[in-house]
């Protein structure tokens, strides 16, 4: 169905449904993650869409290799947009 609408306003839906929580966290089934999940079509809307991609919630207890994969990949997606990161120790 979002075939028949353009990019800019499914990338507004998408922002739009963002969680209030300020930050994004990768471990649940939340947007971005989610969104880029159902076809892909959304996944590239999703992928795209700097504004998904602009905080992360950070766990240090990642292994090392999978945290910066997962820093580096947030941040690519981010692309020009402010970041805000959020690192938890515990």
Do not use: M
């Amino acid at each position: 169905p979002s075939q028949n609408f353009p990019v800019e306003i499914v990338q507004t839906v998408f922002c739009a449904s963002l969680s209030e929580q300020k930050y994004c966290d990768p471990r649940s089934a939340d947007e971005p993650l989610l969104l880029a999940a159902v076809c892909s079509q959304w996944r590239t809307i999703a992928t795209t869409t700097r504004d998904l991609w602009s905080s992360l919630n950070f766990q240090a207890s990642c292994s090392r290799k999978h945290g910066t994969e997962l820093l580096l990949l947030w941040l690519e997606r981010s692309g020009t947009r402010p970041f805000s990161l959020r690192l938890a120790l515990a």
